[in-house]
């Protein structure tokens, strides 16, 4: 079983920037998964910011050139690194994973709440 901790949550004047980690214990061999983080602002539904992959990562439209997402398998922990921040970016934002062989994130972490004030 996976477990998946996030951090570096917080509130941000626009324009700001923050960095998220999460962070993966309960099986170590970390590369075997394949890692994104959501976002899911009230109301609205759970939408992929950016997934992780061998060769380039893939961003939501609307966080392209702003978000970058990393990934240390040595420390087993994902870093989405959100620059130039809008308050549309106010959401909560999880960590995912998915066996890479398998289509579906099974393994979610708690979440750490944005906010972004104008």
């Known amino acids: 079983q996976l477990q998946l901790v996030e951090s570096g949550g917080g509130s941000v004047q626009a324009g700001g920037s923050l960095r998220l980690s999460c962070t993966a214990a309960?099986?170590?061999?970390?590369?075997?998964?394949?890692m994104a983080w959501f976002r899911q602002a009230p109301g609205t539904e759970r939408e992929a910011v950016a997934v992780?992959?061998?060769?380039?990562?893939t961003y939501a439209q609307s966080v392209k050139g702003r978000f970058i997402i990393s990934k240390d398998n040595a420390k087993a922990t994902l870093y989405l690194l959100m620059n130039s921040l809008k308050p549309e970016d106010t959401a909560m934002y999880y960590c995912?994973?998915?066996?890479?062989?398998?289509?579906?994130?099974?393994?979610w972490g708690q979440g750490t709440r944005v906010t972004v004030s104008s």
């Open positions: 995912a994973a998915r066996l890479c062989d398998s289509p579906d994130f099974i393994y």
């Open positions: 992780a992959r061998d060769g380039p990562s």
């Open positions: 309960g099986y170590t061999y970390y590369k075997d998964y394949c």
